[in-house]
Structures are given as C-alpha cells and as structure tokens.
C-alpha cells in the first residue's frame, strides 16, 4: 500500500505550479462544458428539429473545431499563447448567453459553428502554454494532467447540466457561460504576470534539427503531415466512443441510460485515476513510437473484442482497454508535436496537431453509423480495431522517421 501512494505521489512529483495552475483554468473551463452532451436533447425536444438537422448542427460544431484549430495556432505564434486564451475565453461568454434566443435551425446552425471557432481557438494556445511552463522532462506528464483535467471536468459538467436540466435547457446555456467566467478570472489573475519557466530548445533532441524546424509550417512538413494523417485514422476510430458505441450498447446489448452511462462515466474515472500513474511509469523506460504503438493497438484489441459477447463484465474490460490504449497514445501525439516544432512556430504545429483530431469529429460519427446501419455492427468493430492495429505500425515507422530529421 505504501509503495503504491508514493507511486502516485511520484508521479504527480516535478510538475511546476503553472502546470497545475492551467490544469486547474482546463477544468474549471471543462466543467462549464455542459452544452454539448445535451445538445441533441435540446434540439429534439425544445425546437423540434429532425434528425438529419441535429446531424447537421452537430456537424457544424466539428467544422467550427476544425477552423478554430488552424486559427488558434495561426494567432498564437503571432500574438503569443496568453491573449490568445484570454480571448477565447472572454468570446464565448455572449456566444453562449445569446445561444437559447436562435431557436431556428439555420441560426442555431451558424451559431454552433461560432461557438465552435471561439472556444477551439483556445486549445492550440494552452497546448503551447503547457510545454513552455513544464519542465523539459516533464512535457508528457503535463500534458497527462491537462487531459486529467478535461476528463474530470467533463465528467462533473454532464451532471451538473442535467440538473440544471431540470429546471430550464436555457440554464445549460448559462451555466457555460458562468463557468468560463470564472475560467477568464482565474487565468487572468495567475498568469498576467508569470513569465514561462522552460524554453522549447530545451527540449529539442538536436540543435541541428531545432535549426532546421524554427522556421518551418508544419504544412509544408511532408513527414509531420503523415503523422498527423495517421492522428486523424486513429481519432475517426477511436471517436465511435462518442457516438456508436452507446447506440451498440442500447440496441445489441439492450442496456438502460443509466447502464450505458456507468460504462461511459468508467473510462473517465480509469483515465483520471490511473493516467499520471501509467505515463511516469512508461514515459522513460520506452520509446515515444514503442508507447504509442502500444497504445494504439490495445486500443484497437478493444474494440475487436466487441465482436464477442460475455456479458457486461466483458463490456466493461474492454472499455478499461480502451482508456488504457486512450491513456498510452493521446498524450504523447502533443509531445511529438511539440518537440518537431521551433520556438516561433509552436501554435502553428500544435494547431495542426488539434486539426487533425477536429477534422476526425466531422465524419466520425456518420461513417460509423452508416457502417453499422448497412453492415452490422460486427464489421464496424471489425473495421475499427483494424484501423487502430494499423494506426500503431504507421506510428512507429513515422515517429522513427522525425526523429532521424
């Protein structure tokens, strides 16, 4: 038992207070991330709207994410990480308080997509700030607990919008809006003045390869362009979590709300529980590419293991599976583009990176139920786990090739 806290204490151990501090700015924003699970809900029940409309709206969030990506990088190698988080984050304080009046479904359409462009315009920009306030050897960690963070964050923000639920759909709206003022209050008043406590060179493997990638866009670099293809293939897999896998869960295995919530509620508790533990375990006993092709293929055995079925103990190891690969692979793709970048272009690699996983949120959903619906829910699994195996052994050839330029 004592091994096992200061095994925790450990890995927690070395990350700087600005770390901890944007940590706590993620999850406070997180929290307030009440709009989204609800709403489809929202547009079925209150306005009305059909389900290719809903199929749409919901679409225009992932297009506004993909925009939003490629913005944020862009200003925040111009205008630095600060104000380009502050201002993402004072934008979408009226974009949600005006959101419940645009009740037709072009309005809401646009709206959606503003909505989206505004806060995804934050996720390069604290990115950036994350590997320039960690220490060089702790980048990874860092990262694990950002993701930490949103984790928790979106597990208490669903909660708390259902309750708010209960009383109006427009106090979900409000309450996102609470909670990112609060978020801009908090990240305003600890970071106006704290100057970054690391500097990008110190984490560059090579001074030859910092020299080469200061001054490069990361779309016109052919090898992080593969690896960031390869991102894309992996979250369009990984991302039927979001949509399919509950409706697989209803239909095949004719499990309840609260059931299919329990199962999705466990990866979130598995990711927050055991992701700072199982990072500072791996991160410095094996290679970036031999993690994430590990990652990515426990990943993908999990859902091959959907194809089978003994019951809803299975259903639950095969999610623990999943978080597991989750855990191995999502942190460490912002420790490979942090590293490939120079110090002046950080928010154009790491915009390029979170595009890469925006773009997934477009299609994802679609090719997922479109395959289910005309081949079964076998073939998706099938398809799925395939593609993620697949996603693993291109990991590891290109991962071994940045770092060789």
Same mark, same amino acid.
């Given at each position: 038992?004592?091994?096992?806290?200061?095994?925790?204490?450990?890995?927690?151990?070395?990350?700087?207070?600005?770390?901890?501090?944007?940590?706590?700015?993620?999850?406070?924003?997180?929290?307030?991330?009440?709009?989204?699970?609800?709403?489809?809900?929202?547009?079925?029940?209150?306005?009305?709207?059909?389900?290719?409309?809903?199929?749409?709206?919901?679409?225009?969030?992932?297009?506004?994410?993909?925009?939003?990506?490629?913005?944020?990088?862009?200003?925040?190698?111009?205008?630095?990480?600060?104000?380009?988080?502050?201002?993402?984050?004072?934008?979408?304080?009226?974009?949600?308080?005006?959101?419940?009046?645009?009740?037709?479904?072009?309005?809401?359409?646009?709206?959606?997509?503003?909505?989206?462009?505004?806060?995804?315009?934050?996720?390069?920009?604290?990115?950036?700030?994350?590997?320039?306030?960690?220490?060089?050897?702790?980048?990874?960690?860092?990262?694990?607990?950002?993701?930490?963070?949103?984790?928790?964050?979106?597990?208490?923000?669903?909660?708390?919008?259902?309750?708010?639920?209960?009383?109006?759909?427009?106090?979900?709206?409000?309450?996102?809006?609470?909670?990112?003022?609060?978020?801009?209050?908090?990240?305003?008043?600890?970071?106006?003045?704290?100057?970054?406590?690391?500097?990008?060179?110190?984490?560059?493997?090579?001074?030859?390869?910092?020299?080469?990638?200061?001054?490069?866009?990361?779309?016109?670099?052919?090898?992080?362009?593969?690896?960031?293809?390869? #991102? #894309?293939?992996?979250?369009?897999?990984?991302?039927?979590?979001?949509?399919?896998?509950?409706?697989?869960?209803?239909?095949?295995?004719?499990?309840?709300?609260?059931?299919?919530?329990?199962?999705?509620?466990?990866?979130?508790?598995?990711?927050?529980?055991?992701?700072?533990?199982?990072?500072?375990?791996?991160?410095?006993?094996?290679?970036?590419?031999?993690?994430?092709?590990?990652?990515?293929?426990?990943?993908?055995?999990?859902?091959?293991?959907?194809?089978?079925?003994?019951?809803?103990?299975?259903?639950?190891?095969?999610?623990?599976?999943?978080?597991?690969?989750?855990?191995?692979?999502?942190?460490?793709?912002?420790?490979?583009?942090?590293?490939?970048?120079?110090?002046?272009?950080?928010?154009?690699?790491?915009?390029?990176?979170?595009?890469?996983?925006?773009?997934?949120?477009?299609?994802?959903?679609?090719?997922?139920?479109?395959?289910?619906?005309?081949?079964?829910?076998?073939?998706?699994?099938?398809?799925?786990?395939?593609?993620?195996?697949?996603?693993?052994?291109?990991?590891?050839?290109?991962?071994?090739?940045?770092?060789?330029?």
């Amino acid at each position: 038992m004592k091994s096992l806290i200061r095994l925790y204490i450990n890995s927690y151990k070395g990350l700087s207070p600005a770390a901890w501090l944007l940590a706590l700015v993620m999850l406070i924003n997180r929290t307030g991330s009440m709009v989204i699970p609800f709403l489809g809900l929202y547009m079925s029940a209150e306005l009305g709207f059909s389900k290719p409309q809903i199929g749409i709206v919901l679409g225009c969030f992932g297009l506004g994410a993909v925009f939003g990506s490629w913005l944020g990088g862009w200003l925040t190698d111009r205008f630095g990480s600060f104000k380009v988080q502050m201002w993402s984050l004072f934008g979408v304080i009226p974009i949600f308080l005006i959101l419940p009046t645009f009740k037709t479904f072009e309005g809401l359409a646009i709206m959606i997509f503003l909505l989206s462009l505004v806060s995804d315009v934050f996720r390069p920009a604290n990115s950036v700030s994350v590997a320039r306030y960690a220490k060089p050897e702790n980048i990874t960690r860092a990262y694990s607990l950002n993701r930490m963070a949103v984790n928790l964050g979106f597990s208490i923000g669903p909660a708390l919008g259902g309750f708010l639920a209960g009383f109006s759909y427009n106090w979900i709206f409000y309450g996102n809006a609470i909670g990112a003022s609060i978020a801009v209050i908090v990240f305003i008043y600890f970071f106006r003045n704290r100057a970054p406590k690391s500097n990008l060179q110190d984490v560059q493997i090579k001074q030859t390869a910092e020299e080469k990638t200061t001054e490069r866009s990361p779309y016109k670099d052919g090898l992080f362009l593969i690896f960031s293809v390869f #991102c #894309c293939l992996f979250s369009m897999a990984f991302f039927q979590l979001l949509g399919t896998l509950s409706l697989f869960y209803k239909e095949v295995h004719s499990l309840n709300t609260s059931q299919i919530g329990l199962l999705l509620g466990f990866s979130g508790f598995v990711i927050v529980l055991f992701e700072m533990v199982l990072v500072h375990l791996v991160e410095h006993r094996f290679s970036v590419r031999q993690i994430m092709f590990w990652g990515t293929a426990i990943a993908g055995i999990s859902y091959l293991m959907l194809t089978l079925d003994f019951g809803i103990g299975w259903l639950f190891f095969a999610m623990f599976l999943l978080s597991t690969g989750e855990m191995l692979t999502l942190p460490f793709t912002a420790t490979v583009a942090i590293q490939r970048a120079g110090r002046r272009n950080q928010g154009a690699y790491m915009g390029l990176n979170s595009l890469s996983f925006a773009m997934a949120h477009i299609v994802a959903a679609y090719i997922g139920t479109y395959i289910a619906e005309h081949h079964g829910y076998s073939t998706l699994w099938l398809i799925t786990g395939s593609t993620l195996i697949c996603c693993g052994f291109g990991f590891y050839w290109i991962i071994g090739k940045l770092k060789s330029t």
